[in-house]
């Protein structure tokens, strides 16, 4: 039995191999960017405040808030109410919403639209052809036609007659002049009465699309707490004040008290006044 040697030389010890180096893995991934989900979730968490509590604050019912913590947009109707959804939630948990808004309109645009159905299958109607033998009536066709052609030469001869005798009877007309094209005037939007003294009244229009809309007396009485859809109008009064809410302020036309103020707000602006007899400012 013969005993081994180490490299050094050393008897009795065999040489044990050099371990190699283990190849380097993949690098560690960075945290990615959060979403605008979750940068809403964070803030409302630390904000310590509840989805009910958010949805209490900006009329953004609640299924909504967590669709969008979920970074769906999809259930906010289109990209103006997303937008106006995220404005409200991010300036009632503390955010920036300019630049939150922004960064939807970067990243997120045109995933609000709502799934467009399907088309449905169109089917070509078969086409029914029926053929019909026709009887052979090549001697009277013959026949009827000898006919014609004398008939129509006889009308040709007394139509000129006539036509030459008419001419000359004829008195001479005069053409007459153009009549003018009648212009009506575009019908004008109905303008509310001035409310009775003491009132506070308030019409509401949805003209250029659908905005959520509530609106309360001054006991805490919801006299609206809907959709108003485009073309819609509804009008309020109270003997104190109204509380009116609205989703998107820049697709309804407002009148207070008889006094038309026009478009109060900007697309997707979810817009809160109160309104009282006498001024047509919010107070």
Avoid at 23 to 42: F, H, M, N
Avoid at 46 to 57: F, G, K, L, M, T
Avoid at 70 to 89: L, T
Wanted: with cysteine.
């Amino acid at each position: 039995m013969t005993s081994g040697k180490s490299s050094s030389g050393d008897p009795g010890r065999s040489a044990r191999p050099v371990p190699e180096e283990a190849p380097a893995g993949p690098a560690p991934k960075l945290p990615e960017r959060p979403t605008i989900g979750q940068v809403l979730v964070a803030a409302r968490l630390a904000a310590e405040q509840s989805v009910e509590e958010v949805s209490a604050e900006t009329s953004v019912r609640v299924p909504i808030i967590h669709a969008i913590e979920e970074d769906d947009f999809s259930r906010c109707g289109g990209d103006v109410y997303a937008r106006g959804h995220i404005r409200s939630i991010a300036r009632a948990v503390g955010l920036d919403a300019d630049a939150l808004v922004a960064r939807y309109d970067a990243e997120c645009e045109g995933k609000a639209r709502p799934a467009m159905p399907l088309p449905l299958p169109v089917f070509e109607a078969e086409r029914m052809r029926s053929e019909r033998r026709r009887p052979n009536w090549a001697g009277a066709m013959v026949a009827a036609i000898v006919v014609t052609a004398a008939v129509i030469g006889f009308n040709l001869e007394s139509g000129k007659t006539k036509e030459t005798a008419a001419a000359a009877d004829a008195p001479s007309v005069k053409p007459s002049a153009a009549a003018k094209p009648v212009v009506r005037p575009k019908p004008k939007p109905a303008v509310p009465k001035a409310p009775p003294a003491g009132q506070v009244s308030v019409k509401i229009s949805a003209d250029s699309g659908d905005s959520w809309l509530e609106v309360k007396t001054s006991a805490g009485k919801t006299l609206f707490r809907n959709d108003l859809a485009k073309g819609a109008t509804q009008t309020f009064n109270d003997p104190k004040q109204l509380k009116v809410i609205m989703g998107d302020a820049g697709a309804i036309h407002l009148w207070v008290n008889g006094k038309d103020l026009g478009t109060p707000g900007d697309d997707g602006q979810v817009l809160k006044a109160t309104y009282r007899p006498g001024a047509v400012q919010p107070g």
